[in-house]
């Protein structure tokens, strides 16, 4: 229906909260409430979002290493989104404006498709570890 309308959707955490950077594994998991899905995503007995990041790590190194952060933006614009990514420093703004500096295969894009159905759902509602209200306004939401 997007496509018809010629709308774009936004990808909002492209990053997959820093999980999709490879900055995270089973020994070095985040602080805070993300520690609970990097948990759900590690102690997985199938490999698969292991797998998909040794996938992400190939692709990154046929462009030149490029960090796996622009991998996952790239995806996203594979699939004709608009990603907007955060970025906490000057060093990963000016990373995430490289992403532009090239793009996907069709061939790596099917190789991160295949990798990326094969992980189990990221976070479900019932499980999700960000408070469900406001605290300021009180307004339902996932994380504040």
Same mark, same amino acid.
């Given at each position: 229906?997007c496509?018809?309308?010629?709308?774009?959707?936004?990808s909002?955490?492209?990053?997959?909260? %820093?999980?999709?950077? %490879?900055?995270?594994?089973?020994n070095?998991?985040p602080?805070?409430?993300?520690?609970?899905?990097?948990?759900?995503?590690?102690?997985?007995?199938?490999?698969s979002?292991?797998?998909?990041?040794?996938?992400m790590?190939d692709v990154?190194?046929?462009?030149d290493d +490029?960090?796996?952060?622009q991998? +996952?933006?790239?995806?996203?614009?594979?699939?004709?989104?608009?990603p907007?990514?955060?970025a906490?420093n000057?060093?990963?703004?000016?990373?995430?404006?490289?992403?532009?500096?090239w793009s996907?295969? +069709?061939?790596?894009?099917?190789?991160?498709?295949? +990798?990326s159905a094969?992980?189990t759902?990221?976070?479900?509602?019932?499980k999700?570890?960000?408070p469900?209200?406001?605290v300021?306004?009180?307004?339902?939401?996932y994380?504040?």
């Amino acid at each position: 229906a997007c496509k018809e309308l010629d709308v774009k959707v936004l990808s909002y955490s492209p990053l997959a909260l %820093g999980f999709l950077t %490879g900055k995270y594994d089973r020994n070095n998991l985040p602080s805070g409430p993300r520690s609970k899905i990097g948990e759900q995503l590690f102690d997985n007995e199938d490999g698969s979002y292991e797998r998909l990041l040794e996938v992400m790590r190939d692709v990154a190194g046929k462009h030149d290493d +490029a960090p796996m952060s622009q991998v +996952a933006i790239n995806w996203a614009i594979a699939k004709g989104t608009i990603p907007i990514p955060g970025a906490r420093n000057i060093r990963q703004v000016k990373q995430n404006l490289s992403t532009l500096d090239w793009s996907l295969t +069709a061939e790596e894009e099917n190789l991160l498709d295949d +990798a990326s159905a094969k992980v189990t759902g990221f976070v479900t509602p019932d499980k999700n570890p960000f408070p469900r209200k406001d605290v300021n306004t009180g307004l339902a939401m996932y994380d504040s």
